[in-house]
């Protein structure tokens, strides 16, 4: 069964750090684009990042700088280290397996995991 777990979530300070990973089973990982989308509050949901089978990244812009995504393809996991957060990065965060870059209905998406950035 095809499945995403993603971990790493909590509460952290304005200026601080979290390491986000998600664990895939079930696909053959490494012909899968794998995204980080988030959901603030009262938002739609954005795509922040993503890495390709060939390891192109691609970042939303609020993020660029602060946010790295990087893959594993041995131990099938997906990471999005995140520095020098902001409130405004406040959101449910998301790990999506997609064929492609193109964003499809036939998506694979986790539960997703509460990054919440107060003092």
């Known amino acids: 069964q095809a499945q995403l777990v993603e971990s790493g979530g909590g509460l952290v300070q304005p200026g601080g750090s979290l390491r986000l990973s998600c664990a895939a089973s079930?696909?053959?990982?490494?012909?899968?684009?794998m995204s980080w989308y988030r959901q603030r509050p009262g938002q739609i949901r954005e795509r922040v990042a993503y890495?390709?089978?060939?390891?192109?990244?691609n970042y939303e812009d609020s993020v660029k700088a602060r946010f790295t995504i990087s893959r594993d393809n041995a131990k099938l996991t997906v990471d999005l280290q995140m520095d020098s957060l902001e409130p405004e990065d406040t959101a449910v965060y998301y790990c999506?397996?997609?064929?492609?870059?193109?964003?499809?209905?036939?998506?694979?998406w986790g539960q997703g995991t509460q990054v919440t950035v107060s003092s």
């Open positions: 999506v397996a997609g064929l492609t870059a193109t964003p499809s209905r036939g998506d694979l």
């Open positions: 079930g696909i053959i990982f490494s012909a899968y684009t």
């Open positions: 890495i390709n089978m060939h390891y192109d990244t």
